[in-house]
């Protein structure tokens, strides 16, 4: 049985940064998986003794804006097709925005457990600020910070806790 947890988000949210520290700390192996477009990476790791799937999304985005959301709700679709929870990231510093919305508007439908992860909550000024996350509707919400690891044991704790 594998069990997978897909990170989405928008660009720059820092689901790489999240996603790189979890392989690290857990000495987890990055598989390349090959196609033409390798708009994922694939990682194992563990956590409270589980071991998991870790997919981190969004790696090539390109092209007009209209293109560039059309891809990222696509490549949300497909994160919602291939895992068992989904890690929604949002980002603190910038707040709220219109595409968060959108992927919001696509995984409040999913039939799968949404983690919302408010990332950059690097300091308590922002950890108030970052309270507005609430409003989109999820009833978990998480405030992280993947530079420095604070909130994330809470984060992976709660993926744990749906395996
Ligand atoms: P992705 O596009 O969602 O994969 O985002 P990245 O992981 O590439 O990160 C985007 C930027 O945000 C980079 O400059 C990161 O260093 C920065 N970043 C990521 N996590 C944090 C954080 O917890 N706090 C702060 N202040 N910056 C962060
Ligand atoms: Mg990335």
Redesign the pocket.
């Known amino acids: 049985m594998s069990y997978t947890v897909a990170i989405v988000?928008?660009?720059?949210?820092?689901?790489?940064?999240?996603?790189?520290r979890l392989l690290e700390e857990r000495k987890a192996i990055v598989d390349d998986v090959s196609g033409v477009t390798r708009d994922r990476q694939y990682g194992v790791t563990e956590w409270n003794g589980r071991s998991f799937n870790v997919i981190?999304t969004?790696?090539f985005v390109h092209g007009s804006e209209d293109v560039f959301e059309i891809e990222i709700c696509k490549q949300v679709k497909t994160a919602i097709d291939e895992a068992d929870v989904i890690i929604f990231?949002t980002?603190a510093?910038t707040g709220i925005t219109d595409l968060d919305d959108s992927l919001a508007n696509i995984l409040r439908r999913a039939t799968k457990p949404v983690l919302v992860a408010v990332?950059?909550?690097?300091n308590n000024n922002r950890y108030l600020e970052a309270t507005e996350f609430y409003i989109l509707g999820f009833e978990q919400v998480f405030f992280?910070?993947?530079?420095?690891g604070s909130g994330t044991g809470e984060l992976l704790d709660a993926v744990t806790a749906l395996m």
């Open positions: 988000g928008r660009p720059n949210v820092g689901k790489s940064t999240f996603f790189n981190d969004g790696g990231m980002d510093a990332n950059k909550v690097d992280i910070s993947s530079m420095s």
